[in-house]
């Protein structure tokens, strides 16, 4: 057998079609032999009726009246009533014949007949008579006094009728299992048709067409649900994969410049005449581009860290309000310098349990970020609150806002909304921003409206509280 004939064997479309051509043509065969036996028992039963009926008879006129009397009442009723379509056989208990009766222009009955002893209920059997070979169906039943009477009836015609029978119903069979063969390969195709459709589509992924699909069939099945399922996990698949690969090429675009700045330093000093001067300008350039580029492969694994949980945080008493003071006298200069007016709207003590270190991160990268995408004339405004079991922190400003479009990604790692790159910026603040929110059991939202400013709200567990708000 070749490999391919073997895999069609053993291929779940083969299996199903034979499972399925089973069931319909076992199904359709057992309806045939019901019709048939049904059939025959309706035919066979109305001679075998009257033949019982006819030797029940003749045992109670034996019974009255002796062999002898019987023998005379079958002749007299030979003679007077048309009843000779019978063969008839009267025998005496050590085996003469006492009567012998064909139907006219037939052969007589053999001498001796296969049925040994007959008992007194009544037993049948069939004898092929004469050089036609007619079928005979015989009854027979032994008499009270001794002897044996036999009856029989030329079957022939009925049984050719049932014999014919049998061949429509065998020359049926054949197109049925046909029928049956066809249907059950449909089926199967049809139900595998998404299991199908889901090779090909991992197939073609596999030759690297991301964007093929499972067709969706519409059907409200299990097999659909899968497809779409399937689906929905290729569409996540592409999106990671497209953000890993812009993340990619963010961080090799951002550690390209410094890069090649420390290479531009270091051939600047290979090129210098040994001037002190010039070879130290070169080292301080080169220990600030590497500096660049450390401070964004750290931030980079800081994210990593708190993400997954693994970041140690120095866990502490900590007042929100004091270090929002802080970060705002260390961004006050900036912002005068942008003539931005920077301010907290005071507040009592709040006290959270925190890495304070970590926190001032997440709030000057706020203030950092505020500040920076908020022109001239502007203003940046800090509130907080205790709300419920949380504090909650908001950064306002007046600056150009957010598209509704760049909102969902803009805690992706290394995604700047800033396409022209015009500011500043690694587009790694806001990662650092939630991933040490959520290192801490907080979280963090924003509202937009661009053009007009953005709001940049946090939540802490408050220390004596127990979990925080929902945002
Ligand atoms: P970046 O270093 O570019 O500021 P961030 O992760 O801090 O990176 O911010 C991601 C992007 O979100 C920024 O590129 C900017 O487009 C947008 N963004 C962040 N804060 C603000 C803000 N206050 N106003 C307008 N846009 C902002």
């Given at each position: 057998?070749?490999?391919?004939?073997?895999?069609?064997?053993?291929?779940?479309?083969?299996?199903?079609?034979?499972?399925?051509?089973?069931?319909?043509?076992?199904?359709?065969?057992?309806?045939?032999?019901l019709?048939?036996?049904?059939?025959?028992d309706?035919?066979?039963?109305?001679?075998?009726?009257?033949?019982?009926?006819?030797?029940?008879?003749?045992?109670?006129?034996?019974?009255?009246?002796?062999?002898?009397?019987?023998?005379?009442?079958?002749?007299?009723?030979?003679e007077?009533?048309d009843y000779d379509?019978?063969?008839?056989?009267?025998?005496?208990?050590?085996?003469?014949?006492?009567l012998?009766?064909?139907?006219?222009?037939?052969?007589?009955?053999?001498?001796?007949?296969?049925?040994?002893?007959?008992?007194?209920?009544?037993?049948?059997f069939?004898?092929?008579?004469?050089?036609?070979g007619?079928?005979?169906?015989?009854a027979?039943?032994?008499?009270?006094?001794?002897?044996?009477?036999?009856?029989?009836?030329?079957?022939?015609?009925?049984?050719?009728?049932?014999k014919?029978?049998?061949?429509?119903?065998?020359?049926?069979?054949?197109?049925?299992?046909?029928?049956?063969?066809?249907?059950?390969?449909?089926?199967?195709?049809?139900?595998?048709?998404?299991?199908?459709?889901?090779?090909?589509?991992?197939?073609?992924?596999?030759?690297?067409?991301?964007?093929?699909?499972?067709?969706?069939?519409?059907?409200?099945?299990?097999?659909?649900?899968?497809?779409?399922?399937?689906?929905?996990?290729?569409?996540?698949?592409k999106?990671?994969?497209?953000?890993?690969?812009?993340?990619?090429?963010?961080?090799?675009?951002?550690?390209?410049?410094?890069?090649?700045?420390?290479?531009?330093?270091?051939?600047?000093?290979?090129?210098?005449?040994?001037?002190?001067?010039?070879?130290?300008?070169?080292?301080?350039?080169?220990a600030?581009?590497?500096?660049?580029?450390?401070?964004?492969?750290?931030?980079?694994?800081d994210?990593?860290?708190?993400?997954?949980?693994?970041?140690?945080?120095?866990?502490?008493?900590?007042?929100?309000?004091?270090?929002?003071?802080?970060?705002?006298?260390?961004?006050?200069?900036?912002?005068?310098?942008?003539?931005v007016?920077?301010?907290?709207?005071?507040?009592?003590?709040?006290?959270v349990?925190a890495?304070?270190d970590?926190?001032?991160?997440?709030?000057?990268n706020?203030?950092?970020?505020?500040?920076?995408?908020?022109p001239?004339?502007?203003?940046?405004?800090?509130?907080?609150?205790?709300?419920?079991?949380?504090?909650?922190?908001?950064?306002?400003?007046?600056?150009?806002?957010?598209?509704?479009?760049?909102?969902?990604?803009?805690?992706?790692?290394?995604?700047?909304?800033?396409?022209?790159?015009?500011?500043?910026?690694l587009?790694?603040?806001?990662?650092?921003?939630?991933?040490?929110?959520?290192?801490?059991?907080?979280?963090?939202?924003?509202?937009?409206?661009?053009?007009?400013?953005?709001?940049?709200?946090?939540?802490?567990?408050?220390?004596?509280?127990?979990?925080?708000?929902?945002?």
């Amino acid at each position: 057998m070749s490999l391919r004939s073997r895999a069609l064997f053993r291929s779940t479309t083969f299996r199903l079609t034979v499972r399925y051509s089973l069931i319909f043509i076992s199904s359709a065969l057992i309806l045939f032999l019901l019709a048939y036996s049904l059939l025959s028992d309706a035919v066979r039963e109305g001679d075998r009726v009257s033949m019982a009926q006819k030797l029940r008879e003749y045992a109670s006129i034996n019974q009255k009246k002796g062999l002898a009397g019987l023998v005379e009442f079958i002749r007299v009723e030979r003679e007077n009533y048309d009843y000779d379509e019978y063969y008839l056989r009267v025998e005496g208990p050590d085996g003469t014949h006492l009567l012998d009766l064909s139907p006219p222009d037939q052969q007589a009955l053999p001498d001796k007949l296969p049925m040994d002893l007959p008992g007194p209920s009544i037993q049948w059997f069939f004898l092929t008579e004469g050089k036609d070979g007619d079928l005979l169906e015989m009854a027979c039943r032994s008499l009270p006094g001794g002897g044996v009477v036999y009856m029989g009836k030329d079957a022939s015609d009925r049984e050719q009728l049932l014999k014919q029978f049998r061949v429509i119903f065998a020359g049926i069979m054949a197109p049925v299992a046909l029928i049956g063969l066809t249907a059950g390969f449909i089926m199967a195709r049809r139900m595998l048709k998404p299991i199908q459709d889901l090779i090909d589509t991992v197939q073609a992924i596999d030759t690297g067409r991301m964007d093929v699909r499972v067709p969706d069939e519409g059907a409200d099945d299990e097999l659909n649900e899968l497809a779409r399922l399937f689906n929905a996990m290729l569409d996540k698949i592409k999106s990671l994969i497209s953000g890993m690969r812009e993340a990619l090429d963010n961080v090799g675009h951002d550690l390209r410049t410094p890069a090649t700045r420390t290479l531009a330093a270091v051939e600047m000093a290979v090129a210098t005449k040994n001037d002190p001067e010039e070879l130290r300008e070169a080292l301080l350039d080169c220990a600030e581009e590497t500096r660049r580029m450390v401070n964004m492969l750290g931030i980079l694994m800081d994210i990593s860290e708190a993400e997954t949980g693994a970041m140690r945080l120095h866990l502490g008493p900590t007042d929100i309000t004091e270090l929002i003071a802080e970060t705002i006298d260390l961004y006050q200069y900036a912002a005068e310098e942008k003539n931005v007016t920077l301010r907290a709207v005071p507040e009592g003590q709040l006290p959270v349990v925190a890495d304070a270190d970590r926190l001032r991160q997440v709030l000057a990268n706020l203030l950092d970020n505020a500040v920076k995408y908020t022109p001239s004339g502007g203003q940046v405004e800090i509130t907080a609150a205790r709300v419920g079991t949380a504090v909650r922190v908001c950064v306002a400003d007046t600056g150009e806002g957010i598209s509704p479009e760049d909102i969902p990604r803009i805690f992706d790692r290394l995604y700047r909304a800033d396409k022209s790159r015009s500011k500043r910026g690694l587009g790694l603040g806001l990662s650092l921003v939630r991933a040490v929110l959520y290192a801490h059991g907080g979280g963090i939202e924003v509202e937009s409206t661009p053009g007009a400013g953005s709001r940049f709200i946090f939540t802490l567990p408050a220390a004596d509280g127990l979990a925080p708000t929902p945002l």
